[in-house]
């Protein structure tokens, strides 16, 4: 085991910083909503274009999308505004391409993601074996440089008026905010969408981190030291919570006006980032540093007389990375075997973990699910750092983090009821 974590350090060491690392968030969430009746129950739902519930709902998105711009400006710390320029506005005139460009650039999100019908099967030998969709290549849902994210998923195309169960549309979606969502947003990505999204450049932490620019869309550092905070540019800014936020109100706008596909597929890209914050390298700047340490660090960086907080943070990547493709790869491989039994699948689906969180508080991603996460972090890191071999610690913690996982996607399917 020992000699397998080494290869994947130093392949991830040799790779660019945006290179793709936990990319399984539908094999959890499969897992985790298979064991509440109701969402076994919910009947199919039919396949909606999102040209067709744009062109439905425009008018009334303009006031939601207003109304979450407001809720982001009073809620999210070191939040960019939106520009008012993109601020949603219908025109019964306007064609489907025109009415897309308006709704991701009041969304800020990345113009050049597909947002296709789709299905990604799940692993199991006995859906593969039974399913009869046409199969499509990745570059057909993801955005052009995210294609690493949906590498080893098996995707079907899915076409206007296709009934689907819930459970996969859900899923699916899960997975999907890293299809190149986040990518090129900011002012100093080189695209259209950053000239004119108003995120500013990418603090200089940001682009040491493993997830590149997409970093802050996908962490949450809310309960650090206020060294770390007064030191570290961009440790302070998260848009994680307005993601969640945002996708979590049209679902549940699209679940009341009768646009039952995209509300899933809504709550499914809610359901990825609250996921994100589950997971101890997201939610803790730099495990096992102390803000002494960082102090020190910092400062020397700041003369030229040391690379040490460079260092920290390859070191820090390298750790979350092997950790994340160990996860999906023991993960991926015990369905692909149909192994039901193994233990990080039995806990995705163990409702004893759901105590406290029944459905998730306004506040409870920051204060319930990212502060969990912290306080695990330098224990993690400490047992990562010895290399990931076999042992009882390690392994009742990342099963404790796969109950935490389906807990909290569980309680957004609550909420969204």
């Known amino acids: 085991?020992?000699?397998?974590?080494?290869?994947?350090?130093?392949?991830?060491?040799?790779?660019?910083?945006?290179?793709?690392?936990?990319?399984?968030?539908?094999?959890?969430?499969?897992?985790?909503?298979?064991?509440?009746?109701?969402?076994?129950?919910?009947?199919?739902?039919?396949?909606?274009?999102?040209?067709?519930?744009?062109?439905?709902?425009?008018?009334?998105?303009?006031l939601i999308l207003r109304e979450e711009e407001q809720w982001a400006r009073a809620n999210v710390r070191n939040y960019a505004p939106r520009p008012e320029v993109l601020a949603y506005r219908f025109d019964p005139k306007a064609e489907a391409p025109e009415l897309r460009r308006r709704f991701m650039a009041a969304v800020r999100?990345?113009?050049?993601?597909?947002?296709?019908?789709?299905?990604?099967?799940?692993?199991?030998?006995?859906?593969?074996?039974?399913?009869?969709?046409?199969?499509?290549?990745?570059?057909e849902v993801v955005a052009p440089g995210a294609e690493a994210a949906a590498a080893g998923h098996r995707l079907v195309a899915l076409r206007e008026g296709d009934a689907v169960p819930v459970i996969d549309v859900i899923a699916t979606a899960s997975d999907e905010p890293d299809y190149g969502m986040d990518l090129g947003l900011w002012a100093d990505s080189g695209t259209e969408a950053g000239r004119l999204y108003g995120l500013g450049r990418q603090p200089w932490s940001t682009l040491q981190l493993a997830q590149g620019e997409q970093a802050l869309f996908h962490r949450g550092y809310y309960h650090e030291s206020s060294w770390v905070y007064a030191l570290v540019e961009g440790a302070n800014r998260s848009l994680l919570e307005s993601r969640m936020h945002l996708w979590q109100t049209l679902a549940r706008h699209a679940r009341v006006t009768g646009h039952a596909y995209w509300s899933w597929r809504f709550a499914g890209w809610a359901m990825h980032y609250a996921q994100e914050l589950t997971q101890p390298y997201r939610a803790r700047f730099l495990p096992g540093v102390s803000p002494l340490q960082l102090v020190s660090w910092r400062f020397m960086n700041a003369v030229g007389a040391s690379r040490a907080l460079?260092?920290?943070?390859?070191?820090?990547?390298?750790?979350?990375?092997?950790?994340?493709?160990?996860?999906?790869?023991?993960?991926?491989?015990?369905?692909?075997?149909?192994?039901?039994?193994?233990?990080?699948?039995?806990?995705?689906?163990?409702?004893?973990?759901?105590?406290?969180?029944?459905?998730?508080?306004?506040?409870?991603?920051?204060?319930?699910?990212?502060?969990?996460?912290?306080?695990?972090?330098?224990?993690?890191?400490?047992?990562?750092?010895?290399?990931?071999?076999?042992?009882?610690?390690?392994?009742?913690?990342?099963?404790?983090?796969?109950?935490d996982f389906g807990s909290v996607t569980r309680a957004i399917w609550r909420r969204l009821q």
């Open 109 to 139: 999100i990345n113009p050049l993601l597909p947002l296709a019908p789709f299905l990604q099967l799940q692993p199991l030998p006995s859906v593969l074996s039974a399913h009869a969709r046409t199969e499509i290549a990745a570059r």
């Open 310 to 403: 460079e260092q920290a943070f390859a070191q820090s990547n390298q750790r979350m990375l092997a950790l994340e493709q160990y996860q999906q790869q023991v993960l991926f491989g015990a369905l692909s075997r149909g192994e039901l039994q193994h233990p990080w699948i039995q806990a995705l689906g163990h409702m004893r973990e759901d105590i406290g969180r029944l459905v998730l508080p306004e506040r409870g991603l920051r204060e319930q699910v990212a502060r969990h996460a912290f306080m695990r972090a330098d224990v993690l890191d400490e047992w990562v750092s010895r290399g990931i071999a076999p042992s009882a610690e390690l392994d009742g913690l990342l099963t404790e983090l796969a109950g």
């Open 1 to 62: 085991m020992r000699a397998w974590l080494t290869a994947i350090v130093i392949g991830l060491a040799l790779a660019p910083l945006g290179a793709s690392a936990w990319n399984q968030h539908a094999l959890g969430t499969w897992q985790a909503l298979q064991v509440l009746p109701d969402a076994r129950q919910e009947p199919p739902v039919r396949v909606e274009t999102l040209d067709q519930f744009l062109r439905a709902q425009a008018g009334a998105l303009e």
